[in-house]
């Protein structure tokens, strides 16, 4: 995965655009789960456009909510549409690129449940949990169809 992740990241910094899947709720419900987004490598984004930018070793995918300079510096101030904080100041060498499509897939809720919560499967507990609820949310749906 961090293969491809380095392929689009060079990709937009040789100028060329990139459709990447997404995967998380920080954008919901503008950009869902499951949801294609074309990135454009365009290094001049205005406040409001999503950006796409590198933070700790991951790229990001959030709205610009301010730019400012401060001795000189031009930082941008981005946060995820479902967060309440800001996140963390970002230089323009960390934007890899503006958001200039998305593309919705129909995605399943069973599907979105289980992209999201993925990662905290391999927490032994939490993983019985969530097959417990999963079976619970399927058999509720499949006992009000019939």
């Not at 997404?22 to 409001?48: C, L, Q, W, Y």
């Not at 590198?54 to 709205?63: S, W, Y």
């Not at 001795?71 to 200039?100: C, N, S």
Request: charged fraction near 25%; glycine fraction near 8%.
């Amino acid at each position: 995965m961090s293969r491809i992740k380095g392929i689009s990241e060079e990709l937009l910094r040789s100028g060329i655009n990139v459709r990447i899947n997404t995967r998380g709720f920080s954008m919901f419900p503008f950009i869902n789960t499951g949801d294609r987004i074309t990135v454009s490598p365009e290094k001049n984004p205005a406040i409001g456009d999503y950006i796409l930018f590198k933070k700790n070793g991951q790229m990001v995918c959030h709205r610009l909510v301010k730019i400012f300079e401060k001795g000189g510096i031009r930082y941008y101030q981005t946060r995820g549409d479902t967060h309440f904080g800001l996140d963390e100041l970002i230089l323009a060498d960390q934007i890899l690129g503006k958001v200039i499509k998305i593309e919705r897939e129909k995605v399943s809720l069973k599907r979105r449940i289980l992209i999201l919560t993925y990662p905290l499967l391999s927490i032994g507990s939490l993983n019985a949990l969530v097959i417990t609820l999963l079976m619970r949310v399927r058999n509720l749906f499949a006992f009000k169809k019939s």
